[in-house]
C-alpha cells in the first residue's frame, strides 16, 4: 500500500524559510507526479503546487500565491518530494499535505494524501 | 483561472435522507472534477475522480456526476460517520481548484 509522510512543518518568522519533505513508498516515484495541497486553520482546501514525472523532466506548477517563493524539488535516490519554502507571510500559516496522483484515461488528479504537517508563520 | 462554486455552504439532515452537493466551474472543464471528504483534524480522503468514478473502498452510497461546468456528489442514505465537510476541486486547468467546501451534519 503507497504511504506518503510529511515532515519538516515548525514554527517560523515571517520573511524566514522552511523546508518540507515527503517521502513516497512506491515502486513508481519516477513515474509520480506529486501535489502540495495546504488548509489554513479553519479554512478550505488550496492547491499549492506540483511536481510532474521524470517523462515530464520533473516540470513544475504553482498557484500564483507561492509562485518565486515556493519551489518543488524530488530526490529519486530517496524517494522524498521538497517543498522549499522562502520570504514566508504570515497568510501562510497551514497545514502541508503532500498527495501522490493517480493517472487515469490520459490524466494526472490528487488521490493518496499524507497526514499533513503544520507550518506556523509567526513572531 | 477557473472558479469553482459549491452549494450549500453547510446542510442538516437526517439518518437515511439522501444528500446532494452542488459544484460549478466558472468553465467547462469536460469531467476533471474530484470530490473529497474531510473530518475534523483529519487528512482529506479521494472519493470521486472523473466526476463519477470512486476511487477503490469507497461506498456505493456515494455517487458523483456531471461533466461541462454543472457536478453534484450525492449520498444516497446519510449515516452519522458521513457527518464531514466535503470539496469538489478541478483538475482540467491550472491552477488547480477547490470549491470552498460544504459541510454536512447529522440532524
Known amino acids: 500500500d503507497v504511504q506518503v509522510v510529511e515532515s519538516g512543518g515548525g514554527l517560523v518568522q515571517p520573511g524566514g524559510s522552511l523546508r518540507l519533505s515527503c517521502a513516497v513508498s512506491?515502486?513508481?516515484?519516477?513515474?509520480?507526479?506529486i501535489d502540495w495541497v495546504r488548509q489554513a486553520p479553519g479554512k478550505g482546501l488550496e492547491w499549492v503546487g506540483r511536481?510532474?514525472?521524470?517523462?515530464?523532466?520533473?516540470?513544475?506548477e504553482y498557484a500564483a500565491s507561492v509562485k518565486g517563493r515556493f519551489t518543488i524539488s524530488r530526490d529519486e535516490t530517496k524517494n522524498s518530494v521538497h517543498l522549499q519554502m522562502n520570504s514566508l507571510k504570515t497568510e501562510d500559516t497551514a497545514v502541508y499535505y503532500c498527495?501522490?496522483?493517480?493517472?487515469?484515461?490520459?490524466?494526472?488528479?490528487?488521490?493518496?494524501w499524507g497526514q499533513g504537517t503544520l507550518v506556523t508563520v509567526s513572531s | 483561472d477557473i472558479q469553482v462554486t459549491q452549494s450549500p455552504s453547510s446542510l442538516s439532515a437526517s439518518v437515511g435522507d439522501r444528500v446532494t452537493i452542488t459544484c460549478r466551474a466558472s468553465?467547462?472543464?469536460?469531467?476533471?472534477l474530484s470530490w473529497f471528504q474531510q473530518k475534523p483534524g483529519k487528512a482529506p480522503k479521494s472519493l470521486i475522480y472523473?466526476?463519477?468514478s470512486l476511487h477503490t473502498g469507497v461506498p456505493s452510497k456515494f455517487s458523483g456526476s456531471g461533466s461541462g461546468t454543472d457536478f453534484t456528489l450525492t449520498i444516497s442514505s446519510l449515516q452519522p460517520e458521513d457527518s464531514a465537510t466535503y470539496y469538489c476541486?478541478?483538475?482540467?486547468?491550472?491552477?488547480?481548484?477547490f470549491g470552498q467546501g460544504t459541510k454536512v451534519e447529522i440532524k
Open positions: 498527495v501522490r496522483d493517480y493517472f487515469v484515461r490520459g490524466i494526472y488528479f490528487i488521490g493518496h
Open positions: 512506491t515502486f513508481t516515484f519516477s513515474d509520480d507526479f
Open positions: 511536481t510532474r514525472n521524470k517523462t515530464k523532466g520533473y516540470s513544475t
Open positions: 468553465q467547462d472543464i469536460s469531467n476533471y
Open positions: 472523473g466526476a463519477s
Open positions: 476541486q478541478q483538475y482540467g486547468n491550472y491552477p488547480l481548484s
